[in-house]
């Protein structure tokens, strides 16, 4: 019996129709699932081969089920998105209002250059908050987008400032 092709190195139809069958012996049935273990071309062989026949049917129909779950896990997703951008608008929008900003990017002690270059920052935040609040009285059904992404991005800077002059 000849399980490999001297020429190619692959299994033969024989080592095939041997490993389907039950007369190998241990031996060169290690040598085939070795074999099978690395070559690809072999193993899609085997594959169909072994996977001939008729598909099983479900009982019942699954694509409903399926798409119905799918349906409801991107309705949590872009809920939870909303909710995130909320939350941050709103956190961000307390923080201002409050003045909490200033507290965020307050200095206690030390009077280093990143202290001062922080402060220079801080600065120039309130004042183009001062502006943007000027800019509200002339129109105000316009600025509360500006209000809440100018207070998401001083926020953010804020953090950001923070973050770097800790390090
Ligand atoms: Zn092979």
Same mark, same amino acid.
């Given at each position: 019996?000849?399980?490999?092709?001297?020429r190619?190195?692959?299994?033969?139809? +024989?080592g @095939?129709?041997? %490993?389907?069958?039950?007369?190998?012996? +241990?031996?060169?049935?290690?040598e %085939?699932?070795e074999h %099978?273990? @690395?070559?690809?071309?072999?193993?899609?062989?085997?594959?169909?081969?072994?996977a001939?026949?008729?598909?099983?049917q479900p009982? $019942?129909?699954?694509?409903e089920?399926?798409?119905?779950?799918?349906?409801?896990?991107?309705?949590?997703?872009?809920?939870?998105?909303a909710?995130?951008?909320?939350?941050a608008?709103?956190?961000?929008l307390?923080l201002?209002?409050?003045?909490?900003?200033?507290?965020?990017?307050g200095?206690?002690?030390?009077?280093t250059?990143?202290?001062?270059?922080?402060?220079?920052?801080?600065?120039?935040?309130?004042?183009?908050?001062?502006?943007?609040n +000027?800019?509200?009285t002339?129109?105000?059904? $316009?600025?509360?987008?500006?209000?809440?992404?100018s207070?998401?991005?001083? @926020? @953010?800077?804020?953090? $950001?400032?923070?973050?770097?002059t800790? $390090?």
């Open positions: 019996m000849t399980l490999f092709d001297d190619t190195g692959h299994i033969t139809e +024989e @095939f129709a041997a %490993l389907a069958g039950d007369t190998l012996d +241990e031996l060169s049935r290690l %085939l699932a %099978l273990s @690395f070559c690809d071309l072999c193993c899609a062989r085997y594959a169909q081969l072994t001939q026949g008729p598909l099983e009982s $019942q129909s699954l694509t089920p399926t798409m119905t779950r799918i349906r409801g896990r991107g309705r949590v997703i872009l809920l939870r998105r909710l995130k951008v909320s939350v608008a709103c956190l961000a307390t201002w209002q409050t003045g909490a900003f200033s507290a965020l990017t200095l206690s002690n030390g009077d250059a990143s202290d001062w270059r922080l402060q220079i920052e801080q600065r120039r935040n309130l004042d183009a908050m001062q502006e943007l +000027e800019q509200q002339d129109e105000p059904a $316009q600025t509360l987008n500006m209000k809440i992404s207070a998401v991005d001083h @926020f @953010f800077a804020a953090i $950001q400032q923070k973050g770097e800790d $390090q």
